[in-house]
């Protein structure tokens, strides 16, 4: 009993020496140095961490909300931010409402799937379709691309890119066979797209 | 005895002819086989393909920021390329290689990115990312 008494007397003695020692050597730049490792690492996690979705706003809680399935949490450390006509205001968390266009960029918590909130910019989200133009209703200015309906007017930014540019054209320009990129939205889901901006690629 | 002699000699000498003979004929040249006949295809000659076009960078999801941003890939060699964001539009012609590179200015917020193309057959080919510009808190 005494000579496991005593060898652990040595062990013991022997680590605190050992301790006290290496406490001694570090020095105040290997110190600085440690800590600019392990703020980098923090970054690094950090930025691995960030996260961006868009979607639309399927339900708002008392801190959180949903775009999709995605949970977003809030905290009072979170900006929110509203873009219209290109014009942006901040706005509060009891501005979101179910059906908002909303970008999110925050962390994200691999373990729930959960997005904390750093900033919530609502916008309305332009939907892109892209195709050939099979079919123009000229009354109703509506063009069909394989399939789908779009509805461009007057109102619409029209450019088609040619050989050498791209060059500011007309609704009227666009035949058939033309193919389109257009960016839009839909007023009511069963509508054509609304189209702001439409580009022509001829063939 | 001259006859056993005389038959034996005959034998021989139609053995050796025999023998000549079959070496002759499993020597000659043999005679090339009948050609035949190629299939006809029911189909149409494919048309030429395309490299399908990638948009390299940006990554969809990614938050960006700063505009312009740079977008990057890859198609046909000397294929022009479209490039085109709800604020912006651009056009790039493709290198030897088919790769592409143009600075394209975002919105801030969500950001769809198309990279277009029209093929041979003058499909559009399409590639899309979605990016997220974020805003500079002040």
Known sequence: MKKIFFVLFLTANCYLLTASVFAETATPSASQELLDRVATKVATLAEKMKKATAGEITSVGSKSFFIGDTKINVSEVTTY??????????????????????????????????ITARQVIVKIQRLTLSGKVTIIDAKKNIYTLDGKEAEIDSTTAVKTATAAAILKSKYSDIKVGDNLIIYGYYVKPSTPLTTLKALIIPQ | MNEKFITAGIGIAFGIALAIGFFIFISRPKAPPPPQPTPISQNPPAPQTVNPLTIDSPSDGDIVTASPLIVSGLTSPKATVVVTGPADEQMVLADDKGQFMVKLKLEEGENTIVAAVVDERGTLQTDKKQVVLEIKSQ
């Open chain 1, 81 to 114: 931010y509203k873009i219209k006509a290109g014009n942006r205001t901040t706005i509060d968390f009891k501005n979101l409402v179910k059906g908002d266009d909303a970008a999110v960029i925050g962390t994200l918590d691999s373990a729930t799937g959960e």
